[in-house]
């Protein structure tokens, strides 16, 4: 375990990790660690504009405090004084995008092999066939859940089937993942087209749209979402930025309007808000240890208010396949898209 910062030393002066956390860069290392921080920088598999490979860089740079203390006040929690938290650099291989999938998912493998819980940065969003994937085998026979936040579904059949539109068509395909254990949230623009929603209606896939926020705000969501998983073992969260309005992440490769504010995607990654414990009192490390870590995070079929012409219909069921009511407002149509 190899420090890369003095004490104190200000994060703006030159790049380093992760919240200024000890470097671990051999697997065999991580015995101990709760959390490794596993950067995936590739985007070689985007259709789009390209700079995601500069993803996990722009994120470790972009811390502005010193040391390693970053108190929740809207949870309460110290996560660098609750776990023990190690950044294990980058995994990949430069213009070899079959390559890097494959030492991505060798790393989360390794990562897991110590006991540890991945983080993985991206990256495009391609990364989520392989680090999905390591998870899912690592874990098998139990299955695996996958809370999916992204603008797009992701589970287009494509040529060749590579590609940062596929990664859970392929998880679905080879048996990492049952579609009723995904559950997508944020979904909105022109891609991927209804023959798409409709292969992922076929697995049992469920999703909501940008208008089931709307409509519903954010938190009703999301509470729906975590419905959907409390009964399993595991869960993975998985996010795409662009599934934030374009005002608030410009530099992804595929911008749509409409999506996500910052303070709507911290809420539901976040956990569920406790009273704030400061300045009056301080949470002691032993009472943080008692908090249950195996919960899933507050933290994916979407459907909408509206008539959608040309789109698969799911008649007059919900997204949960019960009788969907019929009075005015409550009447909510299984459309895709």
């Known amino acids: 375990m190899t420090r890369v910062h003095r004490p104190g030393e200000p ?20 015995a101990g660690a709760d959390v490794a921080i596993l950067g995936a920088p590739t985007d070689e598999l985007v259709t789009n504009r390209p700079g995601a490979r500069l993803g996990p860089l722009a994120i470790r740079n972009a811390d502005y405090l010193w ?11 110290d996560p660098f004084e609750t776990l023990t938290v190690v950044d294990h650099g980058d995994e990949v291989v430069p213009g070899y995008p079959e390559l890097s999938h494959r030492a991505i998912r060798e790393s989360v493998a390794a990562i897991l092999g110590a006991g540890t819980v991945p983080i993985v940065l991206g990256g495009d969003h391609s990364i989520a066939h392989p680090d999905v994937g390591a998870v899912a085998e690592r874990l098998h026979p139990e299955p695996v859940g996958l809370i999916h936040f992204d603008a797009h579904a992701d589970d287009a059949y ?47 896939f469920r999703w909501y749209l940008m208008d089931d926020i709307y409509a519903r705000g954010v938190e009703p969501v999301v509470d729906e979402v975590l419905q959907h998983v409390v009964g399993l073992p595991h869960v993975f969260l998985s996010v795409d930025i662009d599934v934030c309005d374009p005002a608030f992440a410009p530099g992804t490769g595929t911008p749509e309007p409409g ?21 009056a009192s301080r949470w002691s490390r032993s009472r943080r240890r008692s908090t249950p870590r ?13 008539s959608c012409p040309g789109w698969p219909s799911a008649g007059r069921e919900d997204r949960l396949g019960r009788s969907a009511p019929s009075s005015a407002r409550g009447a909510r149509r299984g459309c895709l898209g």
């Not at 195996?294 to 509206?306: H, K, L």
């Open 259 to 279: 999506g996500l504010h910052a303070r709507e995607l911290l809420r539901p990654c976040g956990g569920s808000p406790q009273p704030c414990p400061w300045p």
């Open 158 to 204: 494509e040529e060749p089937r590579l590609s940062h539109g596929t990664p859970l068509r392929l998880l679905v395909e080879e048996g990492s993942l049952s579609g009723e254990h995904i559950v997508q949230v944020g979904l909105r623009g022109y891609w991927p087209p209804p023959s798409d929603f409709e292969w992922a209606r076929s697995q049992g």
């Open 294 to 306: 195996g919960s899933p995070p507050c933290s994916d079929t979407g459907s909408c208010s509206r």
């Open 67 to 77: 040391g390693t203390s970053r108190q929740n006040m809207d949870v309460g929690v």
């Open 11 to 30: 994060p703006y002066g030159r790049g380093g990790t992760f919240a200024q956390l000890p470097l671990v860069l051999e697997a065999e290392e991580l």
